[in-house]
């Protein structure tokens, strides 16, 4: 398990330093606008990923390690479905593309969008890695398109620093692990130590459960992607492009420090879905919860020589936003493992309500702050939001585990079933 935590956070470590890399470089040789395009873009592409997965990936996730094995029908139901919604929701980014940037703007734009779904569809059939067990097939993988994504960003910038050309080079290499992650993943599927799980027919994905079980998940991951960054959208309404190039450099140092809780959560998942009280969530929100404290002490305290040595001089005002998204990391490393544990005792519904009370929490907050405090505003609103997302999942969680005690008093005084996962949540 450590080995495994440790592999995985640090491929998860080199693909944030790879954005980085890119995004430094980005801001250092594209122009202002450029570079608030390049920002739209692969929000808008991160932002459709989310929308078009609907859920699918942790289902897939959360199914395989239920199963304890493959099923080549889930997995191929599953990944059909999301490449089509993937690139059907490409297919209508590009048409009205001249709705979010100018007409020169619209090929990069298109460009950049397809990465980000390609690399989200590419996401989805991790999930299934991960619901195995076997998270080094994901490292591997996420390493090797890193890599390939950072020599040719890095060629286009230094000698052809055109975003339509950034774009081609940030697109070919998900397709290209896209293909080989999913020869990997069929070829693990025919081997004989996973018939049980190909003839296993419970997890496909009929209609029935899309609706019940796969669409409240999606929703719930569509409304934590909105409230994650949708304040980028109300910072280039009212303060315009150059702010929200620096408002996305400074927010991309938050999220590479985000890898450490990803990487464990990626790793202990399975566990959380076949636990059945809170201890494990208790200890790895605990220790994910003061490894955020010590990261926001020091990246609060050196925000302008952090800034500043990155990005340059002209960025330096962005500074106090980083200062105010640092106090954000404990709680966003706590949420991880609360959400995670959420979604993994069957409370899709009680995390739909979670996320969309924390979108209503964000914008309000934006609404507020954004006109006058710009991004600084926007950053106050980010903490607010994973206020609310905190103190929601205890909530849920502790109504799950009174809701479970019941049941089973219940069903030790009487022969009536116990009440499922899902319905343990009541109202939460």
């Known amino acids: 398990m450590p080995g495994r935590i440790i592999l995985k956070g640090a491929a998860d470590a080199a693909g944030k330093a790879v954005t980085l890399a890119i995004t430094i470089l980005a801001a250092r040789t594209l122009g202002s606008d450029a570079f608030g395009v390049m920002a739209l873009a692969m929000t808008t592409g991160w932002l459709l990923g989310v929308a078009t997965d609907a859920g699918m990936s942790m289902y897939l996730a959360r199914e395989t390690a239920k199963l304890r094995g493959g099923s080549r029908t889930l997995v191929a139901e599953v990944m059909g479905l ?221 925000s302008a020589w952090i800034v500043t040595t990155i990005y340059g001089a002209p960025y330096a005002y962005a500074a106090p936003a980083f200062a105010v998204l640092s106090l954000a990391l404990p709680l966003f490393f706590l949420n991880y493992a609360l959400t995670h544990q959420v979604i993994g005792w069957d409370g899709q519904r009680a995390y739909l309500r979670i996320a969309a009370l924390a979108l209503v929490a964000n914008v309000a907050a934006n609404l507020a702050l954004v006109p006058s405090q710009g991004m600084t505003g926007a950053a106050i609103a980010t903490v607010i939001t994973e206020l609310v997302v905190t103190f929601g999942c205890l909530k849920a969680l502790w109504s799950h585990v009174k809701a479970s005690a019941f049941a089973q008093r219940a069903s030790a005084d009487s022969p009536q079933p116990a009440l499922s996962g899902s319905d343990r949540f009541g109202a939460a």
């Open 82 to 302: 999301r490449t089509a919604t993937a690139y059907t929701a490409a297919a209508i980014a590009a048409l009205f593309s001249s709705q979010f940037v100018p007409p020169e703007w619209r090929l990069p734009f298109t460009l950049l969008v397809l990465a980000q779904l390609t690399g989200a569809v590419l996401e989805t059939l991790s999930h299934f890695f991960r619901g195995l067990e076997r998270s080094e097939i994901e490292s591997a993988l996420h390493f090797s398109q890193r890599a390939l994504t950072l020599v040719l960003a890095m060629a286009v910038l230094w000698w052809w620093p055109r975003l339509d050309l950034l774009g081609g080079a940030l697109l070919a290499p998900p397709l290209v692990a896209l293909l080989v992650g999913g020869a990997i993943a069929w070829r693990l599927l025919g081997r004989p130590d996973f018939s049980t799980g190909t003839q296993n027919l419970e997890g496909c994905l009929t209609p029935s459960v899309f609706l019940r079980d796969v669409l409240p998940l999606g929703a719930g991951v569509l409304l934590s992607a909105l409230y994650f960054r949708i304040d980028l959208y109300f910072v280039e309404q009212w303060h315009g492009l150059e702010q929200v190039g620096a408002y996305n450099a400074v927010f991309r140092l938050i999220e590479a420090m985000r890898l450490l809780p990803a990487a464990v959560m990626a790793v202990t998942f399975p566990l959380l879905v076949q636990t059945t009280d809170r201890r494990l969530v208790q200890r790895l929100g605990g220790w994910l919860a003061a490894g955020g404290a010590v990261l926001a002490a020091i990246a609060a305290a050196g």
